[in-house]
C-alpha cells in the first residue's frame, strides 16, 4: 500500500511539474502572441502611412500629369505650346501637349506641377503681347500651336 502510494506521489508530481511547464510555455506563447500583435499593429499604420503616400502620389500624377491625350473629338485639335518665364530664366521654352478646347488653367496647373517655386508668385501669361484669361480655353484666347506664352511675375 505505501508502494503504492509513493508510486502515486511521484506520478502527481510528475503531473504537477508538466502543469507548470505547460503553465510556462502557455505564458511565453501568450507573450509571443502579444508582440506579435503590437508588430501586426505597427505594420497595419505603417501601411495605411504608404497608402496616403501612394494616393497623394496618385492624385498629385493626375493633377499635374494628366496630359495623356488618350482621344480627340470633333472640333478638337492636338496642339503645342511652349513657356517662357519673362525676368527670370528659370523657364526656358517648356513645352506641352494639349488640345485647343483645353481651358488654359489646366495647363497653368500642369506647369506648376513641373515649376512649383513659382506656386510662391502671382503671375499672368501673355501671347502674342496679348494677356490670357485663365478659365478660357486656348481657342477663345485665340492661342495656336507652338504659340510662345510669356509668363510674367507681378512684383509687389
Known amino acids: 500500500m505505501k508502494n503504492k502510494l509513493d508510486t502515486e506521489k511521484d506520478k502527481n508530481l510528475k503531473l504537477i511539474n508538466e502543469n507548470n511547464n505547460l503553465k510556462e510555455k502557455i505564458e511565453d506563447l501568450n507573450i509571443q502572441i502579444n508582440k506579435l500583435n503590437d508588430d501586426k499593429k505597427i505594420i497595419e499604420n505603417d501601411l495605411k502611412e504608404k497608402n496616403k503616400e501612394i494616393q497623394k502620389i496618385i492624385s498629385e500624377n493626375n493633377l499635374y500629369n494628366n496630359y495623356l ?32 478646347k483645353d481651358l488654359f488653367i489646366r495647363l497653368e ?7 512649383p517655386q513659382f506656386k510662391e508668385y502671382e503671375t499672368y501669361f501673355e501671347v502674342n503681347t496679348k494677356r490670357i484669361k485663365r478659365f478660357k480655353s486656348l481657342k477663345d484666347n485665340n492661342i495656336q500651336s507652338n504659340d510662345v506664352i510669356n509668363m510674367f511675375i507681378i512684383e509687389e
Open 69 to 100: 491625350i488618350t482621344s480627340v473629338n470633333p472640333g478638337e485639335k492636338i496642339m503645342t505650346v511652349n513657356f517662357v518665364s519673362m525676368g527670370n530664366n528659370d523657364i526656358g521654352h517648356y513645352s506641352l501637349v494639349c488640345k485647343n
Open 109 to 115: 496647373e500642369r506647369l506648376y506641377g513641373d515649376f
